[in-house]
């Protein structure tokens, strides 16, 4: 079955960190573009991250860059991303999804909580 | 950054009616442009690619047009799982950007 499932989200503390992962199955990872992109409770969509299939080439929103960090394993068939140094406004339902351009397969979603 | 703007925000329309939804991009696109429905709960889901390639399993009845900067998704013969929110997506240029969204909401 082609999915992507995510995991590691919750609660943390406002400049605290956590790490997510999704984990991909049913399809060639390896070949495979994939994104970040968060939601926001009640609001839009907001594109996060890119990485390559080999991670060379890597893109982020101005208003994550310097904090948070994407990552691929193709032989584990995962997709990471480090959040560091978390706002409240950092709070979302994070999605991962697959493709250069338009994006035809999304995951479930996990839900970052940043609150003291 | 190319700003994505959509109009309406909301849109009242009756089952079997025709919804018409704009996407306006702050500057050239070309074709690169994707259209996803969204329903309470759930991940988006591709519509139109290409600005107006349907993606797999998607109904003659959804369609999309333009290019350049102003882009429409037409939605013929409303039905019931129609009624969601429905975001328009650039992926010309880095950094990828959304508009903020139509709820299309039974009148």
């Known amino acids: 079955q082609v999915q992507l499932v995510e995991s590691g989200g919750g609660l943390v503390k406002p400049g605290g960190s956590l790490r997510l992962s999704c984990a991909a199955s049913?399809?060639?990872?390896?070949?495979?573009?994939m994104h970040w992109i968060r939601q926001s409770p009640g609001k839009g969509l907001e594109w996060v991250s890119f990485?390559?299939?080999?991670?060379?080439?890597?893109y982020y929103a101005d208003s994550v860059k310097g904090r948070f960090t994407i990552s691929r394993d193709n032989a584990k068939n995962s997709l990471y991303l480090q959040m560091n140094s978390l706002r409240a406004d950092d709070t979302a339902v994070y999605y991962c999804?697959?493709?250069?351009?338009?994006?035809?397969?999304w995951g479930q979603g996990t839900l970052v909580t940043v609150s003291s | 950054e190319i700003v994505m703007t959509q109009s309406p925000a909301t849109l009242s329309v009756s089952p079997g009616d025709t919804a018409t939804l704009s996407c306006r991009a702050s500057q050239s696109v070309g074709s690169n442009l994707a259209w996803y429905q969204q329903k309470p709960g759930q991940p988006p889901r591709l519509l139109i690619y290409?600005?107006?390639t349907r993606a797999t399993d998607i109904p003659a009845r959804i369609s999309g047009s333009g290019s350049g900067t102003e882009f429409t998704l037409t939605i013929s013969g409303l039905q019931s799982e129609d009624f969601a929110v429905y975001y328009c997506?650039?992926?010309?240029?880095?950094?990828?950007?959304f508009g903020q969204g139509t709820k299309v909401e039974i009148q």
């Open positions: 999804a697959r493709d250069r351009y338009q994006l035809p397969l």
């Open positions: 997506q650039q992926y010309n240029d880095w950094p990828r950007t």
């Open positions: 290409g600005a107006s």
């Open positions: 990485i390559s299939t080999r991670g060379s080439t890597i």
């Open positions: 049913g399809f060639t990872f390896s070949d495979s573009y």
